[in-house]
Nanobody, 125 residues
Framework: QVQLVESGGGLVHVGESLRLSCAAS????????IGWFRHAPGKKREGISC????????EYADSVKGRFTISRDNAKNTVYLQMNNLKPEDTALYYC??????????????????WGQGTQVTVSS
């Protein structure tokens, strides 16, 4: 059973950047699609981005499109989320999960499993 660990979060100011990492252990990610999600207090869980194991296709939520970039390095068994031009509304706990099926809905948490514990991103106003 693969386990995921997120890292790279922190406290930044508006307009700054962070790169989050989703590292796997106990298994490999090369044949798995990975999704990034975030959850802020008082708000519902939001799907951010996904990268497919099938063809490497990527998807982004409208709220982050053009600012965030998802990528993967299978040799390092890690998926990344580069976050640029951060805004206060990006403040949330960010976590990653493994797609349960070959065909999945990127914004649906129910299609993912093996969640990590998350890494906190806080963007000051």
């Amino acid at each position: 059973q693969v386990q995921l660990v997120e890292s790279g979060g922190g406290l930044v100011h508006v307009g700054e950047s962070l790169r989050l990492s989703c590292a796997a252990s106990g298994g490999t990610l090369d044949e798995k699609s990975i999704g990034w999600f975030r959850h802020a207090p008082g708000k519902k869980r939001e799907g951010i981005s996904c990268i497919s194991s099938n063809d490497g296709a990527t998807e982004y939520a409208d709220s982050v499109k053009g600012r965030f970039t998802i990528s993967r390095d299978n040799a390092k068994n890690t998926v990344y989320l580069q976050m640029n031009n951060l805004k206060p509304e990006d403040t949330a706990l960010y976590y990653c999960g493994v797609a349960r099926f070959k065909f999945y809905v990127c914004h649906s948490p129910l299609d993912f499993s093996s969640w990590g514990q998350g890494t906190q991103v806080t963007v000051s106003s």
